[in-house]
């Protein structure tokens, strides 16, 4: 099984490789157009900012190929919001793959961002296999995605919005399953292992 971290820019990959390793998995950090594109998975994390992201994305050519990937592909975070059509981020064109909007928390005497656990319901996917209703997720995040027809997980902060998406081969969650103890950990080993190409 060779899984392949796409490399663009973004932080918080090494979590993302110390909870790979923590299942058996020795993943290749990469932006080679041809490494990627022969993975068997292919993951796309990230913290960052959304308008910078897309320029190295564009800069790279990785904004078409990744549109042009067949195998299975997790967005996390801001890999998830690069994912959808449009960010209020500094007004960011994103990657389209899926049709909704990123918009920015209102604030409504909450904190922005949303920093902590919060739980995921109306799990719909084989992502979420043996991962029980109400668990618990870690979040960080100013933009949230809105709910829409693709949403496989929700969460409530201010109002409901989809914390996981899927759309074909495409997958995404807004939070970080690396940092999600043994829940986030079965939604990896589901990625990598279950999820039927």
């Known amino acids: 099984m060779k899984?392949?971290?796409?490399?663009?820019?973004?932080?918080?990959i090494r979590s993302v490789l110390f909870a790979l390793e923590r299942i058996g998995v020795n993943a290749v950090v990469t932006d080679d157009h041809e490494a990627i594109r022969s993975?068997?998975?292919?993951?796309?994390?990230?913290?960052?900012?959304?308008?910078?992201?897309?320029n190295y994305l564009k800069?790279?050519?990785l904004d078409r190929l990744i549109c042009s990937l067949t195998?299975?592909?997790l967005g996390i975070c801001l890999g998830m919001q690069l994912m959808c059509a449009f960010s209020e981020e500094n007004n960011t064109e994103c990657l389209g793959i899926?049709?909704?909007?990123?918009?920015?928390?209102p604030s409504n005497g909450f904190k922005?961002?949303?920093i902590g656990w919060n739980n995921?319901?109306?799990?719909?996917?084989?992502?979420?296999?043996?991962?029980?209703?109400?668990?618990?997720?870690?979040?960080?995040?100013s933009y949230y995605v809105e709910k829409c027809e693709n949403a496989i997980a929700i969460t409530n902060y201010i109002s409901e919005y989809s914390s996981a998406v899927h759309k074909n081969n495409f997958y995404a969650v807004q939070f970080h399953p690396e940092k999600s103890g043994e829940a986030g950990q079965k939604i990896l080993e589901n990625f990598i292992f279950n999820i039927k190409d």
């Open 3 to 12: 899984v392949v971290v796409i490399k663009y820019n973004a932080g918080n």
């Open 39 to 54: 993975a068997d998975r292919v993951i796309f994390p990230g913290v960052g900012e959304a308008s910078s992201a897309m």
């Open 59 to 61: 800069q790279k050519g």
């Open 71 to 73: 195998q299975p592909v």
């Open 98 to 105: 899926f049709d909704q909007q990123v918009r920015l928390f």
């Open 112 to 114: 922005i961002p949303q």
């Open 120 to 141: 995921i319901t109306d799990l719909k996917s084989a992502l979420f296999q043996d991962v029980d209703e109400n668990s618990y997720m870690y979040f960080v995040h």
